[in-house]
């Protein structure tokens, strides 16, 4: 019974590609968020979401898009994925007014 | 600029001894203030959060100060073991723009036996 769970761990994809990353919390939390951890271990906040609501948008270039089909629920959508964009990402939740933070296991995603 | 400086890359101890580490910020007015802990291929775990009008928390065999003053929090594992090696990140919360944590990029802990 994960917390927050992300899928997939892995991901390999070639430049050029769409890639999607999916999240899942059963926390009953009302916001969630994007953040990617490059390889010098900076984990930098991209999308928060509340109640399916976009609050947060960190100069993130537009092929990422996050979608909120529901609040348990935070995808995030690459497109035109370039070497750079390597990194792990990980989504998390937390309760409004309640900032603790809960984090999934993360998504290694590769471009070659 | 804001920006938010953990000490150290790296932190060596011997078991039993106190790990101490330092998390320091400048241009940042933060409300609060959390400790994180990741071990390798996880996600942050959170430890502890403590609010700008707090000055000590503490968990069991952690405890966090917050000096405003200083612009510092320092992160303190008493009677370490080598369990408790991971890297140990902080993050904060500005009291403006709520949701938006910034994190520190971490120190690695390594508690030898």
């Known amino acids: 019974d994960t917390a927050v769970s992300q899928t997939p761990k892995y991901l390999v994809t070639q430049m050029g590609n769409d890639k999607s990353i999916k999240c899942e919390q059963n926390l009953g939390h009302d916001t969630m968020y994007w953040y990617k951890q490059d390889s010098k271990k900076f984990l930098k906040i991209m999308f928060s979401y509340n109640n399916k609501e976009l609050i947060i948008n960190e100069t993130v270039p537009n092929r990422f898009s996050p979608k909120s089909p529901d609040k348990a629920h935070l995808n995030l959508h690459i497109n035109s994925l370039e070497l750079g964009d390597s990194a792990v990402y990980f989504c998390?939740?937390?309760?409004?007014?309640?900032?603790?933070?809960?984090f999934g296991q993360g998504t290694r995603l590769t471009v070659v | 600029s804001q920006k938010i400086e953990q000490n150290s890359e790296a932190l060596n101890i011997q078991e039993g001894k106190t790990a101490t580490l330092t998390c320091n910020y400048t241009?940042?007015?933060?409300?609060?203030l959390q400790w994180y802990r990741q071990d390798p291929g996880r996600g942050p775990v959170f430890l502890l959060l403590?609010?700008?009008?707090?000055k000590e928390k503490r968990k069991e065999r952690l405890k966090v100060t917050f000096d405003t003053t200083l612009k510092q929090s320092l992160f303190h594992i008493t009677a370490s073991q080598p369990a408790d090696s991971a890297t140990y990140l902080c993050?904060?919360?500005?009291?403006?723009?709520?949701?938006?944590?910034?994190f520190g990029d971490g120190t690695t802990l390594t508690v030898k036996p």
């Open positions: 993050a904060l919360e500005p009291s403006t723009n709520a949701g938006k944590s910034t």
């Open positions: 998390a939740s937390s309760q409004a007014g309640n900032t603790e933070a809960f």
């Open positions: 241009n940042y007015s933060p409300a609060y």
């Open positions: 403590i609010r700008e009008n707090e």
